[in-house]
């Protein structure tokens, strides 16, 4: 018989809560050089223990450095063969995650990110094989040729229409491939490049420690380009971004020069790109025209269909997928892209936006439901709406404000003309039981709701009514010009605009 | 090479395209869907007209021997057959890039994505099924040549272009004059306005599917009496559709038809020429048809179509 | 008389938004009730309710005895073609209409029912007797057309089909005085056989005197039977 477990009122077991210590000064570290914290730590004051409590409100950045340290600490016990298929998952996630900028952040729909690798990777190739260029330089080699591609790509990125684009980059990608095919100098090998020089030691490759340096490379590889996908997609560039993706004529409105933030975004991961290319040519040794063809294209469209567009998770988790199907089960044959496409299909059918936007999906979809379910029950003229509550912290307030309505409601009931009546006989004195709760409720109410009856100066028996404005400072207005002679013809008028007041609301 | 080979070659290639493209663009239009799965329409109407008629070769041998009649009959044969594979396809692709996701957020670009899922599934399949090697369909219009008026043309050839004018005049038609063809541009111009006419938009993109299905399956069957088929033969021609159809300003039918023309001719010409050949065919078309997206971001239908606004 | 339209508390509104606040309305063969009420209101989101297009409803609408409304399950819109075929023709607010289409092709697809399509070469002859401008009109583009030609064809559309309760949304809205007048006039020259016809309008003018009952409609809720609400 387990025992049955009781928490304090207001914890929440299932969230992890830091206590805050009021004797210490709350230290919140900079990043060097940046104002930016590392961790989004947030505090506040629980109304139910009525203590200060801090939590963790971002979270992904501790699940994104335990799954890195584990993939790093895990590799040197990996097989030959899953090191490399960890290898390839590094670079593809690099490649996903530089295009997800692309396509997500700057919204350009461009399938030549493929295209983009490969002639990094051939321009760097042939200038180390062809000239002797040294591999350290073939990075930079890359990114130049990177960058000069992306900047002719993105020429027409403006002027074309989302398909549009999508099919002119397809077609580069077809161009690339037969115009590589085609030059005479590679014909022989039937295209690609080979003997490229490299970071990994010629005598080590395919062994051991070489396959232990390509994956160390590739790790480093893709943590730049997690990097490059923070800085760009989360700083300015795409905070400007974000604007236009929201509304692209406000954000033109407000001065925002969203076509050239999108060119940026486009150029610095064109240029990731080729450096990509050039790592690529390098941990292969060499570069075969297979870069630029379509089924590579689709299955790395594949992976970022199914981890989700736009997000830096869905890129690995995407890439994670396909490439322990397509690499790691090797032995499952033509059935693997079958699996891939199943998987595929699936996402797309039951997620909006791919895996990593299940959550978000499931939580607004939760979310709607339940506000529909308060829409049908809750009635409007109730206090609080039901899309307020869910903002309104204090959960109190909203008791209180319902009990103020159903009090206001029956208040409502009791006012008939016999009682307006009475009132204005006597309007102080003792009144029948009626009177006298509706009295008590307006002498119960907030300054704002008030009259106050004010003598004319220099004159005798003159009142007008003025409203107070509830706030400090902020003189009462008067409510019209009229001039009672009688101060209980002045009370009674104050007791009819409050009940006027009652009835309107 | 003779000027009036490169040209019946030209048309008869346009009038293949025009089928695929014509079938991409409607489906566009009418129902808001990129179908990448028309590839895969093409492959199993080659392959389903292939096994009917590898069923019934010896059947109508013994009925017919070897007579026109034969011909006559396995051609009908293998067209029925592909037509009602493609529409099969069709329907399919309206079970599950349609019926599910149609009125949920992201429909183009999730429809999209589970066409190109389907025609990655379905091209796996059929190599599982039947494997790599190709298959060669019977040749329903003959073999032999004829010259008119001093052109000579294969029969394939003509029967290609005079069958495509035939299908696609009726199918034109039919859109213009008939009320399921009113009740489908009613519900691609404002679909809410359509459902309060009565139009059930999910039982008006059911016929829309198939048709293009069978329009790809038609194509699959003319387009094997010059190519064979096998499992990826599909997508090349699906390439082909979305360029042209993209080329002529998606869900314009008459921009299709131009682009059609356009690239048919373009592909026998760049063929032709001696010192280019059958491997700059595709590298020539994408050049075209990036410049002309480049002068004109809309493609040739904003020239044409001047109803739209 | 029968009841055409027979709503029991009925409860609409989109997401977290709660538009109809229990609403009880009727409507008997053949008549003629304007609903009045400003902007936002929910006049539009009754109309749409009725044909099944907001996002979410409760209650009962009975049209003809038969049950169109319940909680549904289905997303909006699904349910609208069967009750269109059961009797209802709607014009929707503004210009919800095909600009595509040529005039002709347009009022046919009002006459998409099985039934309507077979004499929809008669309806459009009496639509266009209804309103005469629209027939030197019948081949051109309704994208082309005037605003107040489009409202005239967008409610054209809605009587080319044998109904038998018409829902005219504002029927008025964003036309000129003059021409706002001749719409309504050319509605109420209808022959009255047994249609109910339910307008709703903001500006109360443009009704008085020619409707059998005006319900006015204040913050989701209808004020009974007031041909006196006063607007403010």
Known sequence: MTEKRFYRIGSRPAEIMLPVRGDVPLARRRLPFTRRHLLKWRSRLNPKTLRQERWLADKKPLWWTIALVLLAVSAPFLSNSALTVASIFCIFTAINLLWTLIIGTAGIFSLATLAVVGIGAYASAALNVYLGLPWPLMFLAGGVAGLIVGGFLALPSTRLDGLYYALLTMGFAEICRVFVQQLKPLTPMNGSINNVGSFIPRDWFLQRPGLLLGFAGAFVLMLLALLTFRIVNSERLGMLL??????????????????????????????????????????????????FSLDQLMLLFAMIVIGGLGRAEGAAIGTAIVVLIDKGLLDLGPLRILLVAAIMLAVTLLTHNGLAGARNQFRGWRQRRQSEARARRSEKGGEVMPEEA????????????????RLRDRLKALITPELIEEHRKRPLGQHSDALSRVLNHFRRGEVADK??????????????????????????????????????????????????????? | MDLSVTLVHGLSLAAIYGLMAIGISLLWSSIGMINMAHGASFAVAGYAAWAA????????????????????????????TGALAGAMMGALIYLLAFLPIHDKPNFPVRSLIVTLALNLATVQVLLWWFGPRQKNLPKIFGTGKVEVLGISARYDQ?????ATFLILGLVLLWLRVSRKGLEIRAMMQNPEGAVLSGISVRWTALPVTMLTGALAGLAAILLSQTIFVSPTSGAMPLIKGLTIALLGGLGSVPGAVLGAIIIGFLEAVIGAI????????????????????ILRPRGLGGLLDEARK | MADVLEIEGLTAGYGPLRVLHDISFRVAEGERVGLVGLNGHGKTTLFRAISALVGWQSGSIRLLGAEIGGARSTGPGRKTPGIVRAGLAMAPQGDAIFPGLTVAQHLDCGAYTPLAWKERKRRREMVFDIFPPLRKLEHALVGRLSGGERRMVSVGRALMVEARLYLIDEPSLGLAPKISASVIEALFSLPQDGRAIVIAEQNVALLSGRVDRMVGMHAGRLRGDVGHVSLH
């Open chain 1, 451 to 505: 009259y106050a009856i004010l003598r004319q100066s220099g004159q005798f028996h003159a009142y007008k009514i003025v409203a107070f404005s509830g706030v400090r400072g902020a003189p009462p207005r008067l409510v019209d010009d009229r001039v009672y002679t009688d101060i209980n013809e002045a009370y009674h008028a104050v007791f009819l605009l409050r009940v006027n007041d009652l009835m309107e609301s």
């Open chain 1, 242 to 291: 974000q604007t236009a993706r929201e509304d692209e004529a406000f954000a033109e409105a407000v001065g925002i020069d969203y076509r050239r933030a999108r060119l940026h975004v486009f150029l610095i991961s064109s240029a990731g790109l080729g450096v990509i290319g050039a790592f690529y040519a390098q941990f292969y040794g060499s570069i075969s025209p297979a870069v």
């Open chain 2, 158 to 162: 003509i029967g290609t272009i005079a």
């Open chain 2, 274 to 293: 001696p010192f280019l050949g059958q491997r700059y065919v595709l590298f020539g078309t994408f050049l075209f048809i990036i410049v002309v997206l």
């Open chain 1, 390 to 405: 869910i903002e309104i912290e204090d959960k109190q307030a909203i008791y209180y404000r319902r009990f103020q309505k």
């Open chain 2, 53 to 80: 008629s590898e069923a019934a070769k010896p059947l109508f041998l013994a009925a017919f021997g070897k007579t026109i009649a034969g011909t006559a009959a396995m051609a009908g044969l293998t067209l029925g």
